[in-house]
């Protein structure tokens, strides 16, 4: 039997809850300026015509500002970063528009046509961006479908569903990102009432909250160790 207190994935409802609650109480002013905000401005982008001011505004405010992934970015490798995002996605365009239609819960990630043109765009991204980064910007550009990860994050849902991927500091494979892609897929399943109820609470995509429970979550499993 899981012991809910020390699984990430078969928590007490109330758990979700209260440390979804947690999360809104410390950050909810950032998110609401921040990461909405961004979400919102995105939403407007064609992205078929996207240029660098769409990637100054709420793309590079995202990812630098809200992910904190200035680190990672503003390095000598990926210099050329925003370019290279403009002239990928432009070329992708018509692909990330289709996923944008979709909702990570109603799709079924066992059928290989998803596997395929997910680790396809997750590794073009990914050579530009690097993997946390990646998952960050696949989230705003589809907030519905990509969940948003990161190397805390990844490392305890691939521990508990004993997955052998490789951790920070190697190389994390587009199969990586889908393997966690259909981890937090049943858990949203398994958990979509309290989910859709804490997404309208606070106005959260369903994968944010997610992301929030996952956060408060792993910081309670540390304190208690």
């Known amino acids: 039997m899981t012991d809910r207190n020390s699984s990430i994935l078969k928590p007490a409802q109330k758990e979700i809850e209260d440390l979804v609650k947690n999360h809104e109480h410390e950050w909810k002013f950032a998110t609401d300026i921040i990461y909405n905000n961004c979400l919102q401005f995105t939403k407007k982008i064609n ?91 696949l989230h705003l550009l589809v907030p519905d479908f990509f969940p948003l990860w990161d190397s805390i994050i990844r490392k305890e849902i691939f521990r508990e569903l004993k997955s052998k991927e490789k951790q920070e500091g190697k190389k994390i494979t587009p199969k990586s990102y889908f393997k966690f892609m259909k981890g937090v897929r049943e858990f949203i399943i398994d958990y979509n009432e309290i989910i859709i109820e804490l997404s309208e609470k606070y106005q959260r995509p369903k994968l944010k909250v997610v992301d929030e429970y996952f956060l408060e979550k792993i910081k309670k499993m540390n304190r208690s160790d």
């Open 47 to 137: 992205l078929c015509e996207i240029d660098e001011s769409d990637i100054k505004g709420p793309i590079r405010t995202y990812l630098l500002i809200w992910g904190n992934m200035g680190r990672v970015l503003n390095t000598e490798k990926r210099k050329s970063w925003t370019y290279d995002i403009i002239e990928s996605v432009k070329e992708h365009c018509k692909d990330l528009i289709k996923y944008q239609s979709l909702k990570i819960e109603n799709t079924d990630l066992n059928d290989n046509k998803w596997k395929k043109q997910i680790n396809k765009h997750f590794e073009i991204f990914n050579g530009i961006l690097a993997s946390t980064a990646t998952g960050k910007f």
